[in-house]
T-cell receptor, first 111, second 115 residues
Framework: RKEVEQDPGPFNVPEGATVAFNCTYSNSASQSFFWYRQDCRKEPKLLMS???SGNEDGRFTAQLNRASQYISLLIRDSKLSDSATYLCVGGDSGGYQKVTFGIGTKLQVIP | NAGVMQNPRHLVRRRGQEARLRCSPMKGHSHVYWYRQLPEEGLKFMVYLQKENIIDESGMPKERFSAEFPKEGPSILRIQQVVRGDSAAYFC?????????????FGEGSWLTVV
């Protein structure tokens, strides 16, 4: 079983829709979680950290469910510019070598 | 303040040749990480280096791959006797301390194509 699993998609959604991605992790020792965004043939860029209490940044909301070992990303009012691949990242506290990237979920927002 | 610089951005090599990928970390960063992204796959950790030291190379293939980060100059990822399966995007990242997710910055990547 992969340490971090994501549905690769693609998720095709109309502009203005709300879309949610989940990511499950197998290592219960994982402490740090993040969502990265990667555009086609570009480098990954940090989108947001994920906190146990959940956190929101504009149209983006991230949540962590430790009991079920998954994190989620919710995007409201999707824009065409949100089209990208969203990478789930999990890691041990301070453990770079345990940092694991998911395969990514591809989102395509359609006009 | 320049970001993480990688070169070449695109590299084509014939099977059996050597590929050298270079990475200059962000100014002030002393930690360098190399990741490989195969087509349709996620990022995979390869190696973590500090100046003149390899800290963790647990993700490096046992043969043909090596990495260094000399006292002066960029970090170099070297692939000897390349094979078609080495075709991938190689991303370098840097940080000012051990990776904590929100302090790691990626270069734009080097795309290696083996023909």
């Amino acid at each position: 079983r992969k340490e971090v699993e994501q549905d690769p998609g693609p998720f095709n959604v109309p502009e203005g829709a709300t879309v949610a991605f989940n990511c499950t992790y197998s290592n219960s020792a994982s402490q740090s979680f993040f969502w990265y965004r990667q555009d086609c043939r570009k480098e990954p860029k940090l989108l947001m950290s994920v906190y146990s209490s959940g956190n929101e940044d504009g149209r983006f909301t991230a949540q962590l469910n430790r009991a079920s070992q998954y994190i989620s990303l919710l995007i409201r009012d999707s824009k065409l510019s949100d089209s990208a691949t969203y990478l789930c990242v999990g890691g041990d506290s301070g453990g770079y070598q345990k940092v694991t990237f998911g395969i990514g979920t591809k989102l395509q927002v359609i006009p | 303040n320049a970001g993480v610089m990688q070169n070449p951005r695109h590299l084509v090599r014939r099977r059996g040749q050597e590929a050298r990928l270079r990475c200059s970390p962000m100014k002030g960063h002393s930690h360098v990480y190399w990741y490989r992204q195969l087509p349709e796959e996620g990022l995979k950790f390869m190696v973590y280096l500090q100046k003149e030291n390899i800290i963790d190379e647990s993700g490096m293939p046992k043969e043909r791959f090596s990495a260094e980060f000399p006292k002066e100059g960029p970090s170099i990822l070297r692939i000897q006797q390349v094979v078609r399966g080495d075709s991938a995007a190689y991303f370098c990242a840097s940080s000012d301390n051990r990776f904590s997710g929100n302090t790691i910055y990626f270069g734009e990547g080097s795309w290696l194509t083996v023909v």
